[in-house]
């Protein structure tokens, strides 16, 4: 081998700068349309093959797979995905990264790079600095900015390749076969964390005249077993579900990877046949977008199956905690993360209400079917320790509420924050009026006396028929403009019934205290005052979610 003049650094400033310029084309788009590529994750995923769609398309345009990864990973937390869907995504998002090749062998190898790329770096940089105070014109001169680096540091990789290639035989690679350039080509994807980056060096390579088409499809199929890579360091100490869904990543890319790899020279020879190219680099791109289109349609009968079976695997990473949502979602993505506190929320409603109707069920017991000491020993236990999970769910969300404040929230995400989290705290608070004097309710239960059993009576029917009005509230699609006026409606049945109360102690000689009754009453009334004002904000954060569509 002669000597070669390889400027390294140059090189490698050239990786450098297009990861650069991709990481920055990632949080300027992410800006400009970064809910709406949310909202259709979130709207048209209900079906493996609209994943795979909506990945696919989302990703081309994102230029992340990265980054469509990490909003899979936050629905599927969320439960806005199932496992399933979430996999349709993953392999859609595989396809949609082969975008960049196709951009960069289209238009990188046909004219000077540099020269290009100057415009975009100028008047993106001009962008960017002047409209400080222009959040759409920033951004886009982010984009500008991402675009042009993109280019330049493909320039720079491509004219230190271009030199070292005039000195540089391969044929002594050659001769081990087309799977050492798998390995080369998945440890370089490894090394710089980016399939899109090692591909480019690829393209690079063979536009030097370095290595040929085989040797080159060889290295894009390690690249797209290396990329699976970084999600599985990345699903390390997390999640279950995302160790699952690293997991499927890596056999799909790994099966599809090796099945192509065994027929290596006749599927590029079919190929080049049937859609005519004769140019290697726009056959290479071809045979990338190929190699994960025949993943797809092989995997695509076997995602059912696949979920079962991930289904099985990591149980004991299952996190930690009450909570069913919040503990799977990371509160960077903000509008995710209050979704799936927004759910928590409803299920903490229920399980209030569900402990409301416990204490006036006293557990659900009959007084014909279990025996006083099971009657005595039951209702503090259960009830109490149903009163500690909700207070222990409490704690977790407003834990997660400090993390999620630390983001960067628009204002009616902001909003919308607040609501959820003086519902939370209203509906806690009606868990303890009713916790606090569910001792006396029972012992109520135990009273014969007419005028406590009338009393008794007259609450649970109450309660009962309230708990149906705040149910129908919140089914309401539309949020009526004036707010229930409940605390109003409860005040006058406070009064009535302690009118009513007073009126029937001048005519019979109660044993029962008086003050307990009072008591009762008074905490019965606070506990559905507080209740009601959880519906209503729960239900005012809904209503600006409405007023702010356009």
Not at 47 to 53: D, N, S, V
Not at 345 to 354: C, G, H, K, Q
Request: aromatic share 10%; proline share 2%.
């Amino acid at each position: 081998m002669d000597h070669v003049d390889f400027d390294f650094w140059k090189f490698f400033a050239g990786i450098g700068i297009f990861l650069w310029g991709i990481f920055q084309l990632e949080n300027a788009i992410k800006a400009l349309g970064g809910n709406s590529f949310r909202q259709m994750l979130h709207r048209f995923t209900n079906a493996p093959w609209k994943g795979i769609l909506i990945g696919t398309i989302v990703t081309a345009l994102l230029q992340s797979s990265s980054l469509v990864t990490l909003m899979v990973l936050a629905f599927l937390g969320a439960g806005v995905l199932n496992l399933k869907n979430a996999i349709g995504v993953v392999l859609g998002a595989n396809l949609g990264t082969t975008a960049t090749a196709w951009i960069v062998a289209t238009l990188g190898f046909k004219f000077s790079v540099e020269s290009f790329s100057l415009p975009f770096l100028g008047i993106g940089s001009f962008l960017f600095l002047i409209f400080e105070n222009r959040p759409n014109l920033k951004n886009i001169g982010a984009f500008s900015i991402g675009f042009g680096l993109m280019f330049l540091g493909l320039d720079f990789m491509k004219s230190s390749i271009e030199a070292i290639a005039q000195g540089m035989d391969l044929d002594i690679f050659k001769g081990y076969g087309a799977w050492i350039f798998l390995i080369v080509g998945l440890v370089l994807t490894a090394v710089i964390q980016s399939s899109s980056a090692a591909i480019v060096i690829v393209l690079s390579t063979m536009n030097a005249g370095m290595i040929g088409l085989t040797e080159g499809a060889a290295m894009v199929i390690g690249a797209n077993i290396g990329t699976t890579i970084t999600l599985g360091i990345g699903s390390f100490g997390g999640t279950a579900d995302k160790k699952r869904l690293a997991l499927s990543h890596f056999l799909f890319n790994l099966v599809t990877g090796t099945l192509v790899f065994i027929f290596l020279d006749w599927i590029l020879q079919f190929t080049m046949k049937v859609f005519s190219i004769r140019d290697p680099l726009m056959e290479l791109v071809l045979f990338n977008t190929f190699l994960n289109a025949v993943g797809i349609v092989l995997f695509y009968p076997f995602i059912s199956h696949l979920e079962r079976l991930l289904k099985k695997l990591f149980k004991k990473d299952e996190p930690l905690g009450l909570s069913k949502f919040i503990k799977n979602v990371s509160p960077k993505l903000p509008s995710v993360a209050l979704e799936a506190l927004e759910k928590e929320i409803l299920l903490a409603y229920d399980s209030t209400v569900n402990f409301i109707l416990n204490v006036l069920e006293n557990g659900d017991l009959e007084e014909n079917n279990n025996s006083i000491w099971r009657k005595i020993l039951y209702q503090p236990l259960d009830l109490l320790e149903e009163y500690d999970r909700i207070k222990k769910l409490e704690d977790e969300i407003t834990k997660y509420h400090i993390l999620l404040q630390e983001e960067f929230l628009s204002e009616r995400e902001a909003q919308k924050l607040t609501s959820l989290m003086l519902s939370l705290r209203t509906m806690v608070f009606a868990a303890k009026d009713i916790k606090d004097v569910m001792h006396n309710i029972r012992d109520m239960e135990d009273e014969e006396d007419r005028v406590v059993v009338s009393l008794h009576g007259k609450i649970k029917s109450y309660i009962m028929e309230y708990l149906e009005k705040l149910n129908s509230y919140k089914k309401l699609e539309k949020t009526p403009e004036s707010e229930p006026n409940w605390i109003t409606e409860n005040s006058k049945q406070y009064k009535t019934w302690i009118s009513d109360l007073y009126a029937e102690l001048k005519s019979s000689d109660l044993e029962f205290p008086v003050s307990t009754l009072n008591n009762v009453i008074k905490q019965v009334i606070s506990c559905l005052d507080n209740l009601g004002s959880s519906v209503i904000h729960w239900k005012h954060q809904k209503k600006e979610v409405i007023d702010v569509m356009p």
